[in-house]
């Protein structure tokens, strides 16, 4: 999820950061900054598959998503939790919601109006939500003809830019329709909303922002091949690739930690909040890891919580849990 920061630390930063430098530690090599029922509160246990968190600053709601139940919750530190919208995800046929755990909704970014941007899974597109009516509008749901394999992660960027990524989870398995695409991809919607691959290359991309200057593209890779998280530069235009590295490698960590490189949150000054393997990973805005906030469940999502321009708290969301994370503490934890 996109948050429209303004700083620009981060790109000067990941500019001084060694191209090919690869982190790629043993799951005891971490630094350790807390864990669930200490840093991380828990909030809620009886959660599906909680994915796609995101905050909207004017109305102080989070939003996310339940995937099985095919359901966009809301929580206010006031009011708890309620349902925003019921189907979400798969509005089609009763019964297919038993046959893939991927036909809720995925990840829910802000547009510049405000409104609720999500990865309807159910029906593989990207679309926007009205929420006067609970309609939505269908921005993305093909490439070059061919239908979307799963839309999964997506942000927006101050021109309007949607950039989304489209694994192919489950679908020869589970979903009834049978996959038109022969690879995933990262995408971009264009403010005149054209559909643009920018990347076909990856087994399975997952989580996608960018830097606060909009400079640098981070991608979470999951599943199939390496887990790792890559960092991108893109040309003048964000449609080509001028440059990708893996900044981070769970190799040493699959099959053995639960959880795989998932959603993530920038910080306004650059910091990466990143779910994956064990909990929430820490990336300083050179990239560097600093550590790890354990989780018992695995988690999938994040969004950052702000009071005006204070980064308050951090809201972590996943399989059978949602919770906070106090920002100034974790911080603090982080630098020491």
Known sequence: MKKFALSLCAAAAVCCAPADEVFSPAPEDVKILGT???LAKVLKRDIGFGEGALYRPSTGEVFFSDQPKNTIYRWTGKDGFSVF???AGYTGAKGQMDKAI???PNAIALDGNENLVFCQQGHRRIARIDEKRFEVEVLADSYNGKKLNNTNDLCVLKDGSIFFTDPGFWHKRRAPEADELDFSGIYKITPKGETVLIDGSLPQPNGIDFSPDEKFM????????EQCWFVYELDETKTKVVSK????SLKKWTGKVRGAPDGMAIGRDGWIYATGNGGVHLFSPDLKHKGL???ENQVANCCIITDGETEKSLFVVGPKGAYTIDMRRLKSLARD
């Open 85 to 87: 919208m019921r189907p």
């Open 218 to 225: 981070y991608v979470s890779q999951s599943g199939n091949g």
């Open 245 to 248: 590295r893996v900044f981070c």
């Open 293 to 295: 906030v354990k989780i």
């Open 102 to 104: 991927d036909f809720g």
């Open 36 to 38: 669930e029922g200490d």
